[in-house]
């Protein structure tokens, strides 16, 4: 069915192109979200098939593999960090035509870094996943796109129901086990960077949205 979608991926990564599939080794295949909630928005599919039908809570249980995890999320954090700094970066051409003059034998420490982009990207999964095969979403915290169409759209990344890979293990009486009980996705907006409030008012929100991209791209 629909909620299988995500099982294509891992199943042949070689057959998709480089703006599907980002990159695939051994263990990981990462992807392009069909449908971003932000204007930058990954995937990391482990293809580990003990743990691909499981919920996220029960997958990262496993100490060992949840370091797996963990550890290609910093890989794919980065990659989405130099696509942000891409994008958006101030003076990116010339910045890029620096590093690569120096890239012999430069020490990288001493180039000029910039903006760090790595913490504008948030990095977890939802409480209550939609789609069945493991994923963890990474994705650049604008929450700007049209695709973002649904009330429950916003909330499911700016609430409680996102839950970031760093706070994995999860505690046993953690509240974010009982999201529904919670009612993250029903909940009042707040914007995720001034933190104003717009109740339920929906198209406020979205133009909002629009407002703080602009100037958040811009910093
Ligand atoms: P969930 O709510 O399950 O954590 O998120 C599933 C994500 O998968 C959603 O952000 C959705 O847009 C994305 N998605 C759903 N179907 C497909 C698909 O067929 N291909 C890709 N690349 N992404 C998909
Ligand atoms: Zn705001």
Not at 166 to 188: C, H, I, Q, S, W
Request: net charge negative.
């Amino acid at each position: 069915g629909v909620r299988d979608g995500l099982g294509a991926y891992i199943a042949k990564p070689e057959t998709y192109t480089p703006d599907v599939v980002v990159y695939h080794n051994d263990d990981f295949v990462a992807i392009h979200d069909m449908f971003p909630k932000s204007s930058l928005h990954l995937l990391l599919l482990p293809c580990d098939q003990t743990k691909t039908r499981m919920h996220p809570f029960d997958a990262f249980e496993d100490a060992e593999f949840l370091e797996k995890v963990k550890t290609e999320t910093r890989t794919l954090r980065k990659l989405a960090a130099g696509e942000l700094r891409r994008k958006y970066g101030k003076d990116s051409a010339q910045e890029q035509t620096r590093q690569a003059a120096l890239s012999a034998d430069p020490p990288p420490d001493e180039l000029p870094q910039g903006r760090d982009w790595e913490q504008d990207i948030v990095v977890g999964v939802h409480a209550v996943p939609s789609m069945n095969h493991l994923h963890v979403h990474v994705l650049s915290v604008d929450r700007y796109s049209e695709r973002l169409k649904h009330r429950k759209h916003y909330n499911s990344f700016s609430t409680p129901f996102f839950v970031p890979i760093e706070d994995f293990p999860l505690a046993e009486d953690d509240v974010r086990r009982n999201p529904t009980k919670e009612g993250y996705l029903k909940r009042d907006f707040t914007c995720w960077r001034c933190g104003r409030e717009f109740g339920n008012r929906f198209a406020e929100l979205k133009q909002h949205l629009e407002q703080e991209f602009k100037e958040w791209k811009k910093l």
